[in-house]
């Protein structure tokens, strides 16, 4: 509204051309000859002059948007997004809804395919075309020690072994304070596979965590005390007494409790057979998935909240507190705060700061100007 406002008065008030407005302006002619036309019909239209102009100046601009041809989400985009969908829709039937395309594994398909789009985009698009809108949810980050604390839990899966579908279980583990994952495929829930898991994991790990995390599964819970005790199997005590780690149990119904491995079961599950759920035997699955899982565990997480500054605060151990000081001072002159930004101040060397960058700036000294005819 205050380029409009302005491209009126420059023309009507000061007599300029369109081409020295556009030129001032830093704006298409277009968009100047359009706000001109508009104002010089909105005169011709018979309503007085001086109203005319007010209301004319102080509407906002309104925008055809619904002319407007879409640059990245062509024609063939859309049809590459409806046959994605269209194959979770088919996994849905088959009752595979646990191992669904989300719209992040979409968007990363269509970038391996070439394509070149936004992942804003493809999440309008979908949500357009579905007409859903998710809640929003809220939590609180818990602050962990490394190797104190992993989370266990099982995960199911449908995959289709030598062309008939079966199920099978996910024995997932995740350390909590750095999300590493691991994985197993099961036949059953059973002892067997609980204690078998447990000593896969800690022989790839090569030790021990100081405490392990279960829901009430029953291959850990052998029956409740009360309304928040539970005594352990003896799978789990004789675990315990080998590999001398703790436990804890969760509450009932508090999957967030042990939201680490709750998030990787469903991220494990997607990751590696939402794409491709057809093996010959289980041992090819079984590969499939730890290959998979090692190229999560290798992919660099995003660093946000607590990590990114702890992050940070590494860096130290790298230039020393002085150069970590003065690339946080450099960051916060140019207002950005993240880790991203501070370590590329650090490698660029933009870290040694100008002494004269805090010198006091010596403002002249005058009188108050008071009273309108100053102005004149």
Same mark, same amino acid.
């Given at each position: 509204?205050?380029?409009?406002?302005?491209?009126?008065?420059?023309?009507?008030?000061?007599?300029?051309?369109?081409? %020295?407005?556009?030129?001032?302006?830093? *704006?298409?002619?277009? &968009? +100047?000859?359009? $706000? =001109?036309? #508009?104002?010089?019909?909105?005169?011709?239209?018979?309503?007085?002059?001086?109203?005319?102009?007010?209301?004319?100046?102080?509407?906002?601009?309104?925008?055809?948007?619904?002319?407007?041809?879409?640059?990245?989400?062509?024609?063939?985009?859309?049809?590459?997004?409806?046959?994605?969908?269209?194959?979770?829709?088919?996994?849905?039937?088959?009752?595979?809804?646990?191992?669904?395309?989300?719209?992040?594994?979409?968007?990363?398909? %269509?970038?391996?395919?070439?394509?070149? *789009?936004?992942?804003? &985009? +493809?999440?309008? $698009? =979908?949500? #357009?075309?579905?007409?859903?809108?998710?809640?929003?949810?809220?939590?609180?980050?818990?602050?962990?020690?490394?190797?104190?604390?992993?989370?266990?839990?099982?995960?199911?899966?449908?995959?289709?072994?030598?062309?008939?579908?079966?199920?099978?279980?996910?024995?997932?583990?995740?350390?909590?304070?750095?999300?590493?994952?691991?994985?197993?495929?099961?036949?059953?829930?059973?002892?067997?596979?609980?204690?078998?898991?447990?000593?896969?994991?800690?022989?790839?790990?090569?030790?021990?965590?100081?405490?392990?995390?279960?829901?009430?599964?029953?291959?850990?819970?052998?029956?409740?005390?009360?309304?928040?005790?539970?005594?352990?199997?003896?799978?789990?005590?004789?675990?315990?007494?080998?590999?001398?780690?703790?436990?804890?149990?969760?509450?009932?119904?508090?999957?967030?409790?042990?939201?680490?491995?709750?998030?990787?079961?469903?991220?494990?599950?997607?990751?590696?057979?939402?794409?491709?759920?057809?093996?010959?035997?289980?041992?090819?699955?079984?590969?499939?998935?730890?290959?998979?899982?090692?190229?999560?565990?290798?992919?660099?997480?995003?660093?946000?909240?607590?990590?990114?500054?702890?992050?940070?605060?590494?860096?130290?151990?790298?230039?020393?507190?002085?150069?970590?000081?003065?690339?946080?001072?450099?960051?916060?002159?140019?207002?950005?705060?993240?880790?991203?930004?501070?370590?590329?101040?650090?490698?660029?060397?933009?870290?040694?700061?100008?002494?004269?960058?805090?010198?006091?700036?010596?403002?002249?000294?005058?009188?108050?100007?008071?009273?309108?005819?100053?102005?004149?």
């Amino acid at each position: 509204m205050y380029t409009k406002q302005e491209i009126i008065l420059k023309s009507h008030r000061e007599g300029k051309s369109q081409r %020295l407005i556009s030129k001032e302006l830093g *704006i298409s002619r277009k &968009t +100047v000859r359009k $706000y =001109i036309t #508009e104002f010089e019909a909105r005169l011709q239209s018979g309503s007085p002059p001086q109203e005319a102009i007010t209301e004319y100046l102080s509407n906002p601009p309104i925008y055809h948007r619904e002319k407007r041809k879409k640059l990245k989400l062509t024609v063939e985009v859309q049809q590459a997004i409806d046959e994605l969908l269209a194959a979770n829709e088919e996994k849905r039937l088959q009752g595979l809804r646990k191992q669904l395309l989300k719209k992040c594994d979409i968007h990363s398909l %269509l970038q391996e395919q070439g394509i070149d *789009i936004g992942y804003t &985009t +493809v999440c309008n $698009y =979908i949500k #357009e075309k579905q007409g859903k809108t998710a809640p929003k949810e809220a939590y609180i980050r818990q602050e962990y020690i490394p190797g104190a604390v992993c989370e266990f839990d099982w995960g199911e899966i449908k995959l289709y072994i030598d062309g008939k579908l079966t199920r099978f279980h996910l024995a997932v583990f995740t350390a909590a304070y750095s999300n590493y994952r691991f994985a197993e495929i099961y036949q059953r829930q059973d002892t067997l596979a609980f204690m078998e898991s447990h000593v896969i994991f800690f022989e790839h790990l090569q030790g021990v965590y100081k405490e392990m995390v279960y829901d009430n599964m029953r291959v850990a819970v052998s029956k409740f005390i009360g309304p928040h005790e539970k005594e352990p199997t003896r799978a789990l005590l004789e675990l315990r007494g080998h590999y001398h780690f703790s436990h804890r149990f969760c509450n009932s119904y508090r999957g967030n409790e042990k939201g680490h491995v709750e998030r990787s079961v469903e991220y494990i599950r997607r990751k590696s057979f939402a794409v491709k759920c057809h093996f010959t035997d289980v041992e090819e699955a079984t590969a499939w998935l730890h290959t998979k899982i090692a190229a999560l565990n290798n992919t660099r997480q995003k660093l946000t909240g607590k990590t990114a500054c702890l992050g940070i605060l590494h860096l130290a151990k790298k230039v020393g507190n002085l150069r970590l000081d003065n690339a946080c001072k450099r960051a916060s002159d140019y207002g950005a705060y993240n880790y991203n930004i501070i370590d590329r101040i650090l490698k660029k060397g933009w870290d040694n700061l100008d002494e004269n960058l805090e010198e006091e700036i010596v403002l002249p000294d005058h009188k108050n100007i008071r009273g309108g005819h100053y102005y004149k």
